[in-house]
């Protein structure tokens, strides 16, 4: 999908440079994405932490799914 967007140039630099893209397009898109990944983790992390959670898996299991990441 093509949109236009208003980004602050400085801004846009520093996008390309963390994300590693040259171009401006896959910048943004990879950041996009990369912190739509963060916002799940963050909220799945939340809801494990406050026990607002049904999972009967175990942390092996959660691990295969590849959804935990570790740090």
Do not use: C, W
């Not at 520093?14 to 040259?22: A, D, E, L, S, V």
């Not at 607002?52 to 799914?65: G, I, M, S």
Request: net charge negative.
């Amino acid at each position: 999908m093509r949109i236009t967007v208003d980004i602050d140039a400085a801004e846009l630099k520093q996008i390309q440079k963390i994300t590693g893209q040259k171009k401006k397009s896959p910048a943004v898109s990879q950041a996009l994405s990369e912190f739509l990944r963060h916002q799940q983790r963050q909220k799945f992390i939340e809801r494990a932490i406050s026990g607002d959670t049904d999972f009967a898996l175990t942390n092996d299991e959660l691990e295969a799914r590849d959804i935990y990441e570790a740090h």
